[in-house]
Structure formats: structure tokens, C-alpha cells
């Protein structure tokens, strides 16, 4: 009776020590190397974040952790690779707009993306930061909202970030512009600081050295929030239109078939490396905001994002197969 009285009363204190210490499956994956295969180039951010918490997770996992580079299609060719992985090593790094955006444009996929394809964790999120060339004369949201149709703006390329943002804003503010795609959002910026093209929604990361530079004149971010590197900038919903928000997020993404209990794990371990002061600095440099959210929380903004870009592609009847 009193070892059973001795155990009720510890019961609290183990409760809350199962809270805090992941589950015994914990102890069951990895069993071998783990891939994480990055949907666009190296140097972009979802490349660096896997990269730069790759020594934390192999440490964790007691495991090889391997980034693999597989860019094409706006992601769509690594999304195609995980999706159809079984092994339960294979995971999938880019930004949200795979699961977000992608399947609105693309319609003749041989894999169904949300089908095949579930949040694990968002790494972090990143503005787009609409610039002009300092030639243009264009210094705020108001002369910008002045261009006549026949301007040029430039893009990361259709579909991506930078040009679905650009079509938001000019659906909300009843402007038409000539869009112009390029192959990334570095050349993007390339030509708008050669004076080919007058301005363009851009990732922040890529901009903000030549906006701090002069070469570029900064107008207005995109999200909910200024950035901190650049907090004299408005957002766009600080320039006359209140409810604006284009925030973009560098996701970790699993296949379906994933068991959720291994799920929990990697966001857990991703979480922990995510929190380590020397990442959260180098996140802050790139202008990206830690998020590290749970896979339901990821799963509920990837819902509410899917239904605000299927809205924008319908608008500018935008399909790319």
C-alpha cells in the first residue's frame, strides 16, 4: 500500500518529465543516413538553414545527415523525388509555396503535391522587399502605385514568390505592370540595379546589401511585419493597404506515408538545433525570422496560404503545364 501510495504521489512529477523528454521512439529513427534534398540551388536560404543545423541533427540522430541539391520546376522535381521515397530517410527542403502555390499552377503533375507531401516544420519566414532603381525617382508606395502599365517589373520567375506577391498587390490596388521573369531572384536583381527594369518584388536577403548600399531604393516589405535589419522600410499594409500580407516561409517537408510519431521527433531535434544562439544569429543576418512550429501549426497556415494563392492564380490566370 505504500509503494502504491509513494507512486500516486509521484505521478505529477512524471507526467511533466514526459512532457519535457521526447517519447521512446525517439530512440527508433534514424536507422541510417538521413537525406535532406533542397529544392532550389545552393546559397538559397532553405540550402543554408539545412546546412547550417546539419552538424546539430547528425549529432542528435547519431546518423549521417546529407543535403542534396535537386533544383527545377519551382521545386516541383525534389518535391517529385520525396514524395515517392519510401525509405523514411528522405526529406525535402523549400519554401512553403511548393505546397502552397505550386499546385495551382501546376495541374498536370504526375503526383498530387498536398496528397503526397506534409508540413514537418517551418523553418523560418521571409519578406519580398519591392525595389526601383534609384534612376526611376520612385522614393515611395505612392509614386510606385503611379507607373504607367508599359513598365516593366521583374521577378524571381513566374510563379515564385516575388512575382505572386507583385500580382497581389496589383490586384489589390487595380494597377496593371508588364512582368518580366527571370531565372532566380539574383539576376531579378541584377537588372533592376542595371536600369533594365524599373523595380520588382525581390527576397529581402538578396536586396537588402544594395539597398544599404544606395544602389537600390527600398519601398515596402511585403509581410506583417518591417525587418529588422532595414526597419525605416513600411510594409505594404503600412502604405495605404491595411490587411496586405505576402510572408513566405522555408519549410521541412516529409512524405505522407511518414509515421507522426517520427514526425514529432524531427520537428522536436529541428526545433532544439534551430534555437542554438549561433543559428538564430546567422537567421537574423539573412533578414528570416525563426519559426520552428509544430506540424499541426504548419499544416493550418499551409491550409490558409494554399486557399490566398489559389485566389491570386485565379485572378491572373496563371498556370505554367
Known sequence: M??????????PAIAMALAIVPPAYAQAWPTKPVRLVAAFPPGTPGDVIARLIQPALQASWGQPVVVENKPGAGGNLAAGEVA??????????????????NPHLYKKLSFDLRASLKP?????????????????????????????????????GTGTPSHMTMEML??????????????GPGPAAQDVLAGHVDCGFIVSSV??????????QAIAVSGK??????PRIPTVAESGHPGFDATFFETLLAPSSLPTATVEKIQHDVRAALDAPAIKARLAEMDLRLEGNTAQEAQRRSQEDFAKWGAV?????????
Open 120 to 156: 514537418v516544420t517551418y523553418f523560418a519566414s521571409f519578406n519580398q522587399m519591392l525595389v526601383c532603381n534609384p534612376a526611376t525617382g520612385i522614393t515611395s508606395f505612392k509614386a510606385f502605385s503611379r507607373l504607367p502599365p508599359s513598365r516593366p517589373y521583374a521577378s524571381g
Open 2 to 11: 505504500k509503494v502504491i501510495t509513494a507512486l500516486l504521489l509521484r505521478l
Open 313 to 321: 492564380a485565379q485572378r491572373a490566370k496563371l498556370q505554367l503545364d
Open 84 to 101: 515517392q521515397a519510401r525509405d523514411g530517410h528522405t526529406l525535402l527542403v523549400g519554401p512553403d509555396t511548393i505546397l502552397t502555390i
Open 225 to 230: 511585419e518591417r525587418s529588422v535589419l532595414l
Open 170 to 183: 496589383l490586384a489589390t490596388t487595380g494597377s496593371k505592370l508588364t512582368h518580366v521573369p527571370y531565372k
Open 207 to 216: 536586396v537588402l546589401p544594395h539597398v544599404q548600399g544606395g544602389r537600390l
